[in-house]
């Protein structure tokens, strides 16, 4: 972590420098940049979901490089500061703090966990801070954790699960046994699973419970084989869901049932590769494999493609990248950087980034977007960023998400 | 529990044989170490995680798994000869505490050095030809790879077994943890059979390293949490001893599986318990002498 301040540091100062050395008008040049609008970033850079937070931070700097070079806000620049809060709630929470009191950032967008999200958002909450979440959770938009101030532009697990199991119960059968992360997402997503799980008759044998970073899953499965399910649902994410998919593949229970994911993460699988993942499918906010379909899923994937040397972006990286853009495009829109005329802007705001369509539902700041249903595919694969196939689309709608009512908003 | 049947508890005690077999690999090195240099090595999991980064590049660039499962365990043995010539040596007489903080420090430096090199979400593993899939053992199917992991396991056990037991080196290094300045007025370089004992620790947790990745993600923090686990072994077991850490591991991988089966919630804190509870019993560990850390 010490190590990433000093090289953003060090690059700092290599820009300025170079800013200073090119131009006369080196004066105006740092006036400019004292003037900054300043965007907090905490992400987990180290641990286990360390490839997805450089993925957003990648992202999430396309976002602002797309800003600053169409003019930024009446000649304003904006500027990432990219903390890691270890994936640990404490660190992300005090991290958060430095980042709002010391660097006095005007906005905070970030986080990759439930509960480091949940951590940020207090602090936010309390400092009448502006914070678009960009990780899963269902907690943040219910009323005791949400202010006016709280955004969240990922999906939450409502959405993502029960996408999945609306799309896999009625085709793969009704005995569920859920493999999960003991943390807070992990519980989220069998919820809702379990939710739009009850609608269709499904009914749940067994919820087994490992601790968040487990790296050996195997001493789980001979039960989980026993128990025959017609659905093994892993309810974890990053390292956890490789290893987890890994040993079920080795241990041969995809042969009598179908595992599926709530999150099916691009860059899980390709830490996972093709063998360990085959046939297993999932839920996911984005995959670059859209652009065939969605024009600006394209014009974003060409834009990462040309500054990240033909990489393609993964759902996190997307969620970066939209986090940041609905922010700095709503304060053009309310003319202002004052944080209550960006929030009110945001609430009024209808965009499409990268992948149709959306809005923030205006009671709780949640996104409503469509969740896309993907398999992974071991067979006739162009190159190695082609995954996933693309099952199906489910088409934004607030139906699917929990009403303004029940997370305890008054309408 | 319904459905507890005989089949599913041996496949249970199956799963935690193999998961043991590894806790018990990684165990032997540090109890080498600790047994004979009076070191405790913290960077025992960075060399487990750099053996099995090794392992499967070198897979990968020679398609051959035998030639990785040679090559890697030289390798890290060396860095482990290199580690204690220069860095541990000169720390000797100094009590626990120096060369416990050197080598967390520098498994630190080596999680950072995977990290530069091959990016921080690792590599995907790779299961050798031959061995992926399941078998039929009679009970219901297993995956053939843990099969052989329980199979090179003990063979590498035996090994250091018969290397300690049997060889004249083996002698020298029972009599050195026995009585160093006996072995030095004999007219035994004590140097450097401390510095054998510690590459070959290191070779050993390079290629438990190897031999565990097709089993999991390599990723370069994948040594952190199983050093906790072989401490709770080695503890277990008793410091320093060899026979212990086999036992130990394979009891530690049984006690973790068989919690997992009728409470997957405590599987995690079952070792710990197991670890106080012997403690409380044998203070010195199952097969420890009294005051080893003395």
Known sequence: MKQKVTNQARRKMLIGGAAAASTPLWLNVANAQADTIKIGFPTPLTGPFSAEAQDQVKAAELAIKEFNDAGGFNGRKAELLVRDDKLN?????????????????????????????????????????????????????????????????????????????????????????????????????????????????ATTLADIRHPLGASDYSAFLPRIKALNPDILVLCNFGRDLVNAAKQCTDFGLKSSMKIVTPVLLYTARLAGGPEAFEGILGGTGYYWGLEDRIPTAKAFNDAFRKMYNGSVPSDYGALGYAGIKSVLASIKIAKSTETMKVVSAMENLKYDWYKGPEYYRKCDHQAVQTVIIVESKSKNMKDKYDVFNILTIEPTTEKNMRTCAELGHKA | MTGLTFELLCMQLLTGIALGSIYALLALGLCLIFGMLNVVNFAHGAFFMVGAFLGVYFLGVTGNFWFSL??????????????????????????????????????????????????????????????????????????????FLIGATALIILGVWFLIQKTRYGLIIKAGAADQEIVKVLGVDIAKVWLLVFGLGCAIAGLSGILASPTRSVNPEMGVPILAESFVVTVVGGMGSPVGAVVAGLLVGVVYSMTSLFFPDLAELSIFVLMAVVLLIRPQGLFGKAGAMG
């Open chain 1, 89 to 201: 709630p404490g660190e992300a929470a005090t991290r958060t703090l430095e980042l709002i009191e010391k660097d006095k950032v005007n906005y905070v967008v970030g986080s990759l966990s439930a509960a480091t999200q949940l951590s940020i958002n207090a602090v936010c909450k309390e400092r009448k801070v502006l914070f678009n979440s960009i990780s899963q959770s269902d907690a943040i938009n219910e009323a005791k954790d949400w202010s006016v101030y709280t955004f969240h532009e990922s999906l939450n697990p409502t959405m993502t699960a029960g996408a999945v199991a609306r799309y896999s119960i009625p085709r793969y059968g009704k005995k569920i046994v859920f493999l999960t992360a003991d943390y807070a997402y992990g519980h989220e997503m069998v919820r809702a699973f379990e939710r739009a799980g009850k609608e269709l008759g």
């Open chain 2, 70 to 147: 040679v090559l890697t365990p030289l390798l890290t043995g060396c860095l482990g000869l290199l580690t204690e010539r220069f860095l541990v040596r000169p720390l000797y007489g100094r009590g626990l505490d120096y060369p416990l903080l050197l080598t967390f420090g520098l498994s630190y430096v080596l999680i950072e050095v995977m990290r530069v090199t091959f990016g921080i979400e690792g590599l995907p593993s790779i299961t050798p030809d031959g061995l992926g899939g399941s078998i039929n053992v009679g009970i219901g199917y297993f995956p053939k790879y843990r099969l």
